[in-house]
């Protein structure tokens, strides 16, 4: 295989998996905000406190038990830091 064709195929490669990273990103921030969201319903209005940001994004990587525990820590009731939590990821 010639080196040009090769360097062809991993910067080709390199393109998409960078690539493919990008459009995941958006998708995890989307997650926690659907959980904040969720969790600004029973709050009704408010800026969250930084607890209930820091549980959503634990949920969002697939910590849905520290997620809950982190919510419910800060006064969120355990439905809503359940549905919340299964928002997250």
């Known amino acids: 295989m010639r080196t040009s064709t090769r360097m062809a195929g ?7 998996v960078l690539g493919g ?3 995941t990103a958006p998708a995890a921030h989307a ?4 959980c904040i969201n969720q969790v600004e319903r029973e ?6 406190p930084a607890a209930i940001r820091a549980a959503c994004t634990a949920g969002s990587t697939g910590y849905h038990d520290q997620c809950v525990t982190g919510l419910t820590k800060a006064s969120v009731t355990n439905g809503t830091a359940v549905t919340a939590c ?3 990821p």
Do not use: K, Y
């Open 86 to 88: 299964r928002a997250a």
């Open 43 to 48: 709050l009704q209005g408010g800026e969250v």
């Open 10 to 16: 991993v910067l080709t490669g390199l393109t998409l």
């Open 31 to 34: 997650d926690v905000s659907a």
């Open 21 to 23: 990273a990008a459009f």
